[in-house]
């Protein structure tokens, strides 16, 4: 089984900088896609950026330029860097990634974190 969990939420103001964190844990054998989605209130999730294993990344045309994904293939994270924050970036955010375990390989799965709140407000 593998367990995802994310960390750093919270409260900011607009305009204001946050960086999410996201540790996957378990019987891994290899991680390929890792991605951070969002869920407003109302709203379907969407895809906020993902990261290859090669490092290959892509964004939400709404955080370009202000978002940063990044990961670390040692210890099996993924970070998202979120700056010049707007309260429309006020949701509930996911960390998703597909893994390959030792039961699975080579076929991976698609895992789910539980998700942190991000709220940007005066």
């Known amino acids: 089984q593998v367990q995802l969990v994310e960390f750093g939420g919270g409260l900011v103001q607009p305009g204001g900088s946050l960086r999410l964190s996201c540790a996957a844990s378990g019987s891994i054998l290899s991680i390929y896609d890792m991605g951070w989605y969002r869920q407003a209130p109302g709203k379907q999730r969407e895809l906020v950026a993902r990261i290859t294993g090669g490092g290959s990344t892509d964004y939400a045309d709404s955080v370009k330029g202000r978002f940063t994904i990044s990961r670390d293939n040692a210890k099996n994270t993924v970070s998202l860097q979120m700056n010049s924050l707007k309260p429309e970036d006020t949701a509930v955010y996911y960390c998703?990634?597909?893994?390959?375990?030792?039961?699975?390989?080579?076929?991976?799965?698609?895992?789910w974190g539980q998700g942190t709140q991000v709220t940007v407000s005066s």
């Open positions: 998703n990634a597909d893994v390959a375990t030792i039961r699975t390989s080579p076929y991976s799965r698609n895992y």
